[in-house]
Nanobody, 122 residues
Framework: QVQLVESGGGLVQAGGSLRLSCVAS????????MGWFRQAPGKEREFVAA????????DSADSVKGRFIISRDNAKNTMYLQMNSLKPEDTAVYYC???????????????WGQGTQVTVSS
């Protein structure tokens, strides 16, 4: 089992920044990819960004390209999402996930955190 705990969410004005963190614990074997997804009220959970074990492969949704940066520190078993130029439409619960490969498909991720709320006011 792998446990994931997100933190760093909160309330911010449009144009502001937040940095989310996701700490993994438990049976965290080498080689796993990690991803961020988000879910707004009444909407499907959607892909935000993902990163490979080495950090050499990343992917991000078009809606966040140029604004959000994904990174990880394997020594700390932690993944980050630096969110800049936030917009009201970024408001959602943000979830981190662990899986075997970098993917936009949530079904390929094996473990999920409980989520952290991000609210962007206009």
């Amino acid at each position: 089992q792998v446990q994931l705990v997100e933190s760093g969410g909160g309330l911010v004005q449009a144009g502001g920044s937040l940095r989310l963190s996701c700490v993994a614990s438990g049976r965290t074997n080498r080689g796993y990819a990690m991803g961020w997804f988000r879910q707004a009220p009444g909407k499907e959970r959607e892909f935000v960004a993902a990163i490979s074990w080495s950090g050499g492969v990343t992917d991000s949704a078009d809606s966040v390209k140029g604004r959000f940066i994904i990174s990880r520190d394997n020594a700390k078993n932690t993944m980050y999402l630096q969110m800049n130029s936030l917009k009201p439409e970024d408001t959602a619960v943000y979830y981190c996930a662990v899986g075997p490969i970098v993917s936009r498909h949530r079904g390929l991720y094996d473990y999920w955190g409980q989520g952290t709320q991000v609210t962007v006011s206009s």
